[in-house]
């Protein structure tokens, strides 16, 4: 069974920095999530894409932010000229239909220097 | 627009104690209700889930009861284990004409002890 894999599991950057997440979900599924989760926080809602086109974004997703599913399967997720604020953990999930349960990977933590 | 309040922790029970954990939320509408939780080291995996008014959604031993009432949606277990220990997170999901993201509450974290 393949679950949403996510990659890299953790990434060290500077200040000002550009960083690129990539995440796959489960094939065949339609929908894909990203979210954002700081420590002792639930997981917020960032944006989502229904196969490759993008239908939602949250506040939260500032003009830095930019994410894509080019041929509706992987997904990236884009930072530029990252803050401090940035630091978090980036999860992501998929789900067959928008009624399905979503199913998480393990996330990529970024870390601001 | 959504949100989910949940009991703070961290929660501290004994082996084979009763557990809740309160979850209320306010959603327009008609929600979808989840509880996910999240062990040491690994992601957030589904554990139980109910999708219109009084649905009971159940899973390893753990149970929720979709109340529209009173717009709750709490977490039992009738006899926690050690292996239980882990963060609960309640979660809300609109599917209407809005964003279809779920709305998490800020995870309740669970210790059982032997």
């Known amino acids: 069974d393949t679950g949403v894999s996510q990659d890299p599991r953790h990434k060290i950057t500077k200040r000002g920095q550009n960083v690129t997440f990539r995440c796959d979900p489960i094939s065949e599924h339609n929908r894909l999530y990203w979210y954002r989760q700081t420590l002792g926080q639930g997981p917020e809602f960032l944006t989502y894409?229904?196969?490759?086109?993008?239908?939602?974004k949250s506040r939260l997703l500032s003009d830095r932010f930019s994410a894509e599913r080019p041929k509706g399967s992987f997904s990236t997720l884009e930072i530029q000229r990252t803050e401090q604020g940035d630091s978090a953990m980036y999860l992501c999930?998929?789900?067959?239909?928008?009624?399905?349960?979503?199913?998480f990977g393990d996330g990529t933590r970024l870390s601001i220097l | 627009g959504n949100s989910v309040t949940q009991m703070e922790g961290p929660v501290t029970l004994s082996e084979e104690a009763f557990l809740t954990i309160n979850c209320t939320y306010t959603?327009?509408?008609?929600?979808?209700l989840f509880w996910y939780v999240q062990y040491p080291g690994e992601g957030l995996q589904l554990l139980l889930k109910a999708t219109k008014a009084d649905d009971k959604g159940s899973n390893k031993g753990f149970e929720a009861t979709y109340r529209k009432e009173t717009t709750s949606f709490h977490l039992e277990k009738g006899s926690v284990q050690v292996s239980d220990s882990a963060v609960y997170f309640c979660?809300?999901?609109?599917?209407?004409?809005?964003?279809?993201?779920?709305?998490f509450g800020k995870g309740t974290h669970l210790i059982i002890q032997p």
């Open positions: 959603a327009t509408g008609y929600p979808s």
């Open positions: 979660a809300v999901m609109y599917s209407g004409g809005g964003a279809d993201g779920l709305t």
């Open positions: 999930a998929s789900s067959l239909t928008g009624e399905q349960p979503q199913h």
């Open positions: 894409f229904q196969n490759e086109a993008q239908l939602e």
